[in-house]
C-alpha cells in the first residue's frame, strides 16, 4: 500500500517543481493541494510492543516502533476571502515501521527474536483559515475531527540452548479509533502555481494497541512535513 503513495507523491511532487502556465497564479481553481513528506514522533508507550519468553518469564523483547516515516496528500477549498481565506481542510496520511530485535537472557540461554512492522493511516476533515501576505508568502491552521486505522504483526522466534527447542509464532494486531489533529505551517511561492513550505501536526487518537503493554488509552504524536502545493 505505502508503495502506492511514494508512487502518488512523486508524481504530485513533479508537478510542483515542474509548473506549467496553464496553471498560472491569476487563474488558479480553488482548491490547494499539498503533497507532503516528513516524519512522526508519537508517545512512546503507546507503541512499544513486547513478547517474553515462554520458559522464562523475566526475558522479555521490547521493540519501540514510536518514530516512522510520514506522507499523505492535504487540500484546502475556501469557502470565501481572497487574502485572508476560510474553507475546508481534509486529507489523508500514512506512516509505517519494521524493526528487528533479538534479546537474550537466562544467563544467556534463551534468545528471543522479533521481526515487527506497523502501519498507521488517520483520514481527517476539518476547518482552516489562511492569510497570504506579501504575494508569495501564505500561513496557514487547521483543526479537526480525524479516524486512525492502525496493524501491527510480528514473528517471534524462541531459542532455548537447555531444553534444545525453537518456538516460531506469529500475532497480529488491527485497530480503529478516533479523534482531533490541528497542523499549521506556511507556504511560499516560487514559480507560477508551485509552492514549497513546511508543516506540523499533531494528532490524538483512542487507538490503542493490546500488544503494546504499557498503552494508555489513547495515541497521542507529533508530525513535521515538508510540503510541495499547487492550486488544482
Do not use: M
Given at each position: 500500500m505505502h508503495h502506492k503513495l511514494v508512487t502518488l507523491f512523486v508524481v504530485m511532487l513533479a508537478g510542483c517543481l515542474c509548473p506549467t502556465q496553464s496553471f498560472a497564479l491569476d487563474t488558479p481553481t480553488p482548491t490547494f493541494v499539498q503533497a507532503m513528506v516528513g516524519a512522526a514522533q508519537f508517545s512512546e508507550d503507546d507503541l512499544t510492543f513486547s513478547e517474553t519468553s515462554t520458559t522464562d518469564g523475566s526475558v522479555t523483547n521490547d521493540n519501540d516502533l514510536s518514530t516512522m516515516p510520514y506522507l499523505g496528500m492535504t487540500f484546502q477549498y475556501p469557502f470565501h476571502g481572497k487574502n485572508t481565506q476560510v474553507g475546508l481542510d481534509g486529507g489523508f496520511l500514512f506512516g509505517w515501521r519494521s524493526k528487528d530485535t533479538r534479546v537474550r537472557g537466562?544467563?544467556?540461554?534463551?534468545?528471543?527474536?522479533?521481526?515487527?512492522?506497523?502501519?498507521?493511516?488517520?483520514?481527517?476533515?476539518?476547518?482552516?483559515?489562511?492569510?497570504?501576505?506579501?504575494?508569495?508568502?501564505?500561513?496557514?491552521?487547521?483543526?479537526?475531527?480525524?479516524?486512525?486505522?492502525?496493524?501491527?504483526?510480528?514473528?517471534?522466534?524462541?531459542?532455548?540452548?537447555?531444553?534444545?527447542?525453537?518456538?516460531?509464532?506469529?500475532n497480529s494486531d488491527s485497530e480503529f479509533g478516533v479523534g482531533a489533529y490541528a497542523r499549521g505551517g506556511f507556504d511560499y511561492l516560487f514559480g507560477p502555481n508551485a509552492y514549497v513550505g513546511v508543516c506540523v501536526r499533531g494528532l490524538k487518537t483512542n487507538i490503542a494497541f493490546d500488544s503494546a503493554p504499557d498503552a494508555s488509552s489513547s495515541l497521542s504524536g507529533v508530525q513535521g512535513f515538508l510540503t510541495f502545493s499547487r492550486h488544482f
Open positions: 537466562g544467563d544467556g540461554q534463551i534468545a528471543i527474536s522479533i521481526d515487527s512492522s506497523l502501519w498507521l493511516a488517520d483520514l481527517s476533515v476539518g476547518l482552516f483559515v489562511k492569510h497570504t501576505f506579501f504575494n508569495r508568502w501564505r500561513t496557514y491552521a487547521a483543526v479537526g475531527p480525524a479516524i486512525v486505522f492502525g496493524d501491527y504483526s510480528e514473528d517471534t522466534d524462541e531459542e532455548d540452548s537447555n531444553n534444545e527447542t525453537n518456538e516460531k509464532s506469529n
